[in-house]
């Protein structure tokens, strides 16, 4: 919102004769997207969608930037050699002359797809390897590829379209999407690395010439800003009560979990594990390297479950420790690593039900790790290791919770390009989950991280920035019960235990500057924590 409305400001003059010829042809070349079979996936707050029949030409990017960084040049030619920020430059660009030409309504933007609006374009409702079937030799007559390309020199839609009429969706440039991933494949690739499903995640700043853009245009709904409205506040959080800084050195805290003998674990995403012993209120080092550690939780018989996430060093599993006490730092063996001989994305953080299964997130927020997973999602690991999809009805799952008698997760739908939602879902008698509900959405502003429940199965969740940022406590069916503030944002909490229940452990930006550390507090309210560990 902000970065457009600069442009609007610095960029406000109405199009000159050569911009508006381009503009109008830019905006007759959109096709409208509707829905068909599968899901249909128009973005959070989306009324319509449509995407460009050609990706950018140069002598459009031209226009609009005033340069050309293509190597290969030519008027009609794809535009190449740009950055992830300067594709999206020319969209806030572009949306701000098309405004201007009234070739666009005044709330219609154009922006880069989202993955999954890039892919069920180029598919146009087919489940075939490509657009137009299973058969790699008529490629040719589809895509620029290693067997036909000398370059990058032809002009955009030389090749037959796919159903939908979207010429190059294989095999001219890989395209960005708004998350940064290049899709489609290019003239530099073999046949196999030009399907529907193709893609690649690279830098934000590579400049390549086998990757260009191809826009869509969105029409947004009108929302109404979400209002947290606490109810019982002074049930809560006691008056007297404040904010304690326990350790403040970390690179991005996370997962505080409760251990057999009362100290808090947590993780130091950096690569380390922390505990601090309430008894002597010292925070050290734990273990390191942590497999880049994040969410933790100790189970029904005292072992550490820790979700082992990605990023260099990151083992991208879900472990189990057993033999920890104190310091003692055990034995570490896998609980799970594949599903169905595919890495896992990032496991995030996890929830323990009352027979010990393991429910987890596996999102991909940060790091260069090469997929195997094309979706995100809730999984089940029962005791004996066999993982399952616990739900795919979520876009980028986080926080996760099982209540005490083991009938309702609720879980942390927290997508920066969509969803910010706290839902619940009924679990089924083989622990899938099903008839999920939303039970509140955080808008556009920062959605939930980490969260813990009480004995009386209140939600307790990080979420918010800014004045926003802290401790959102609801009720089981989603009734706003208490809010306080943390010193930045906050990414998840816990309970102590026995004389230490009712003690909220907090991870948290040390304040709201961009440098700043990450810390570990605590605050004593009124109710008391759930735990699934028994204490010694």
Not at 63 to 77: D, E, F, H, Q
Not at 249 to 261: C, H, I, K, N, V
Not at 397 to 414: E, F, M, R, S
């Amino acid at each position: 919102m902000t970065t457009l409305f600069v442009f609007v400001v610095l960029f406000s003059a109405d199009p000159t004769p050569h911009q508006l010829e381009l503009l109008k042809t830019f905006r007759d070349e959109f096709v409208a997207i509707t829905p068909g079979e599968g899901k249909f996936p128009v973005a959070k707050n989306v009324a319509s969608l449509a995407i460009a029949k050609y990706e950018v030409p140069q002598n459009l990017w031209e226009a609009v930037m005033g340069t050309n960084p293509s190597k290969w040049k030519g008027p009609r030619n794809s535009v190449e050699m740009l950055s992830l920020a300067e594709a999206n430059e020319f969209c806030e660009k572009a949306t701000v002359l098309l405004r201007a030409a009234k070739l666009i309504e005044p709330t219609q933007l154009v922006r880069l797809p989202t993955e999954a609006e890039w892919e069920y374009a180029c598919r146009a409702g087919t489940t075939t390897k490509y657009s137009f079937g299973d058969d790699a030799a008529k490629l040719g007559d589809f895509a620029w590829s290693t067997e036909n390309a000398a370059g990058n020199d032809p002009p955009v839609g030389a090749k037959k379209p796919n159903p939908w009429g979207l010429y190059d969706v294989h095999g001219y440039l890989w395209e960005f999407c708004e998350n940064g991933v290049v899709r489609g494949g290019s003239w530099k690739d073999k046949a196999e690395l030009l399907a529907s499903d193709s893609r690649r995640e690279v830098k934000p700043d590579t400049r390549d010439d086998a990757i260009g853009l191809r826009c869509v245009l969105a029409s947004p709904v009108a929302v109404s800003p979400a209002v947290f409205t606490p109810t019982a506040q002074a049930e809560f959080v006691p008056a007297t009560s404040k904010l304690e800084q326990l350790w403040g050195e970390g690179e991005f805290t996370e997962g505080p979990a409760l251990a057999p003998d009362g100290s808090i674990f947590f993780s130091d995403i950096g690569r380390t594990i922390f505990r601090f012993d309430p008894a002597t209120g010292k925070t050290a080092p734990f273990r390191h390297p942590s497999g880049r550690s994040n969410g933790l939780m100790f189970d029904q018989q005292g072992r550490l479950i820790a979700c082992e996430g990605a990023n260099t060093g990151g083992n991208r599993r879900i472990s189990i420790t057993e033999g920890i006490d104190g310091a003692k730092d055990g034995t570490i063996r896998s609980l799970a690593e594949r599903y169905n001989d595919n890495r896992f994305n990032s496991p995030n953080d996890l929830a323990i039900d009352p027979q010990g299964n393991v429910y987890f997130t596996d999102p991909r927020y940060v790091g260069d790790d090469p997929r195997d997973l094309d979706f995100e999602t809730i999984f089940f690991v029962t005791t004996a290791g066999k993982v399952q999809v616990a739900t795919r009805d979520i876009q980028k799952p986080n926080g996760i919770l099982v209540t005490p008698d083991g009938k309702t997760v609720y879980a942390a739908d927290n997508n920066p390009r969509g969803n910010r939602h706290l839902v619940a879902f009924a679990v089924q008698p083989n622990g899938l989950l099903a008839e999920k509900k939303v039970l509140w959405d955080f808008g556009e502003g920062r959605g939930i991280d980490g969260m813990t429940l009480d004995t009386a199965g209140n939600i307790y969740a990080t979420a918010g920035t800014g004045p926003k940022a802290g401790i959102y406590v609801f009720s089981p069916s989603g009734k706003h019960l208490a809010f306080f503030a943390t010193p930045g944002d906050p990414t998840n909490c816990v309970f102590g235990g026995g004389d230490d229940a009712s003690t909220l452990y907090i991870t948290s930006a040390n304040s709201h500057d961009s440098d700043t550390k990450y810390g570990l507090f605590r605050i004593r309210l009124s109710a008391k924590g759930f735990h699934v560990v028994k204490l010694r």
